[in-house]
């Protein structure tokens, strides 16, 4: 009997010993937090099992595993279940802010392609895009349409020009002259091919073309001003005047043939020009009293104003000086023209209210 109980004692010590050396290296790898974490788990479970009593022995033994698995994150038994949102939950959360993405493949509102558009809707959409100088996707807009529709001849004329303000003269002049033969009296398709052929330094084809659009439409300021120019090229001075001042009026046109005439290195000739045409402006101005004659000096690049100024300002005529500016660099010009330009503009003071 006394050697059982012996038996019992040595081997419930060792076991309790046992036990306490393994949780003594189990602490060796945790941190502080951990330690303390064990010895709380540890402390409340013996009490817990002095409280109920009975399987002291489990209950330490399960001890640390309790508390490691609280570390590992496993908490009270309900932690995961559902909860209603309270107001105060809801107020945690913000809307998000969205902006609206537009489609970068969409074509601009302005300008609108439709892939069943008709060869002439194409043509009206192409000429928009020529204006607003988006040439690739006017010259992609007007190659649809001639390839649709070949005998489309606006839709050639409109390319032509395209491909001329791109610098592609030989598809221009092709274009153009596809245009010509299906409408050979049409004054803008001559105009448009003998101005190229003109940009080319082809000056007496450019001559044909020109005069055969200035006697369908001899009152088309753009075809007269660019015959003009092709005569002053080939040296007939006088027949280019008289077709800048058809343009433009005696005094516009005796300042264009100034300038043509100090391009082609005669300055004495240019400045009889540029006298005459003061002269004319200064008599015009003695015939109607309150009209103001203001010189505008204008500087030209790819056929818009890039710069207008008034050389000779006058005290007390700020506001005549303004207007003429206002309108000389509305003025258009060839898509190709570039330099120097004067004209004088006739201003009429407001009624008196």
Do not use: W
Request: with cysteine.
């Amino acid at each position: 009997m006394l050697k059982r109980t012996c038996l019992v004692l040595f081997l419930a010590a060792t076991l309790v010993f046992g036990i306490s050396g393994l949780r003594s290296a189990q602490t060796t790898v945790l941190s502080d937090e951990e330690v303390a974490s064990l010895n709380q788990a540890d402390t409340s479970s013996s009490a817990l099992a002095v409280k109920q009593g009975g399987n002291g022995l489990i209950r330490i033994l399960k001890a640390p595993f309790k508390a490691i698995g609280r570390l590992f994150g496993r908490g009270k038994k309900d932690d995961n279940k559902l909860h209603r949102l309270t107001e105060k939950d809801v107020e945690h959360f913000e809307s998000a802010k969205f902006t609206r993405v537009t489609d970068a493949t969409e074509a601009p509102s302005q300008i609108s392609t439709s892939a069943e558009a008709s060869p002439a809707e194409r043509v009206e959409i192409g000429r928009a895009l020529l204006n607003n100088n988006q040439l690739n996707e006017a010259i992609a807009e007007l190659s649809l349409a001639t390839s649709v529709d070949p005998k489309l001849a606006e839709a050639h004329n409109l390319l032509g020009v395209a491909y001329h303000r791109k610098g592609l003269r030989e598809l221009a002049r092709k274009s153009l002259e596809t245009a010509l033969k299906q409408d050979k009296k049409n004054p803008q398709i001559l105009n448009n091919l003998g101005y190229l052929l003109y940009d080319t330094n082809d000056f007496k084809d450019a001559l044909k073309f020109l005069k055969k659009a200035a006697e369908l439409a001899p009152n088309d300021a753009r075809i007269l001003n660019n015959l003009a120019l092709t005569q002053s090229q080939l040296g007939k001075f006088d027949d280019a005047y008289k077709n800048f001042a058809r343009a433009g009026g005696e005094i516009d046109g005796r300042l264009n043939m100034a300038n043509r005439l100090q391009i082609a290195g005669l300055p004495d000739k240019a400045r009889e020009y540029f006298e005459a045409a003061r002269t004319q402006a200064e008599a015009n101005q003695k015939a109607n009293r309150d009209a103001q004659a203001i010189t505008v000096v204008m500087e030209i690049e790819n056929g818009r104003v890039k710069y207008a100024s008034v050389p000779n300002r006058r005290p007390g005529f700020a506001a005549y000086e303004a207007t003429a500016m206002r309108i000389a660099r509305g003025r258009r010009y060839a898509a190709t023209k570039n330099g120097q330009e004067s004209i004088v503009v006739r201003i009429q003071p407001a009624p008196a209210s």
